[in-house]
């Protein structure tokens, strides 16, 4: 794997009135969004996320002015840059709400994750090597290093990335070409450590509801896991019967700011995390039933740092996912080094193999998973040229070039 010499990107351009931007659109796992080129967007942050609610259309529910897709989902943005040092690619992860002005980039994504590595193949940031292409990713939001593999066969024009193929991945039609990710180390992504308040379960103090028992985790994701039946739930509700009830989504929020402050996030009521992950017994042959808030509207799956978040607390002895799951080790092998949790979410189930110590309690010390990505369109995405006029405010690597 090696990174291209020079600039192998387009500069953004004015157009009458707008600016075109490039971009890529694309699909990664069960999320959608569009993907830039760091060095190609204003250096400065509260114009580069001017460009990229101008991108979306946000602030609209519809987002009708833009290409989002009406739902947090498909209102993400990849930023992605070279890497330095034993890393080949640098990305920020974005993520917007419709309705909303703010461009949070705290958070992770492992599903956009997954888009990673085709885009910088794709734009010529890397070339690839191989029927296969392994590269190492940082993603810049929590210090996150991940490997990622995807297929890059030879054609005519030299080799590609290949998208079709026999994957299958829960929550999106059809089959695709494997993106193999592996986690090198998530624990505490954003809280700081895996268990933030060093419990595996707290019993925390509600308005409203009383004392409610959850586990507070982050394994690539600050999260908040209850089980359903505590907040008035079943566990297998439909996303829309989950958006449909306003008690319930209030009664989730109430218990989302409270565990906020306890690891340490403080006032979230603003921000994206944690998001919030109901369990219950699994139905489909699974570990456990999962239904997730992000946090105020309800995932059509499950988000992949979630579900490796998760799959972590459903092996710590203790905690509410535990329990929920029999309060057995998956495999039903104690002194299992790698094993694999099946987490059922509304549109299916998702497997997450997890890297254990052999401690006691177990320490997950890697997790791998299967994701599939595709490239939807490449281009140019209009935005006014009020909101960024590249001739008078520069782009990242201008602003470099400058300063070297």
Known sequence: MTATDGPSYRRARTTGPQ????CLVMRGGTSRGLFFDARALPADTATRDAVLLAAMGSPDARQIDGLGGAHPLTSKVGIV???SGDVDVEWTFAQLQPASDTVDTTPNCGNMLAAVLPFAIETGLLTPRGDTTTARVLTRNTGAVAEITVRTPAGPGGRYVEYAGDARIDGVPGTASPVQIAFLDTAGSVAGSLLPTGNVRDAVVVPGLGEVEVTLIDNGQPLVIVRAERLGARGDETPAEIDGDAGLRDRVERLRLVCGQAMGLGDV???????MTLVSAARAGGDLATRSLIPHVAHQSIGVLAAVTVATARV???SVAHEVAGGVRPDGEDGA???TVSVEHPSGEFSVALGLDGGDPPAVVRSALLRTARLLMTGEVLVPRAVWDPTTAPTADQ???ATA
Do not use: D, F, H, Q
Request: net charge neutral; charged share 25%.
């Open 19 to 22: 600016t075109a931007v490039p």
């Open 81 to 83: 840059s070279p890497g």
């Open 269 to 275: 009521i603003a921000k994206n995390y944690p998001k």
């Open 316 to 318: 710590l002895p203790g």
């Open 337 to 339: 080094r790698e094993v």
């Open 399 to 401: 602003n470099e070039e």
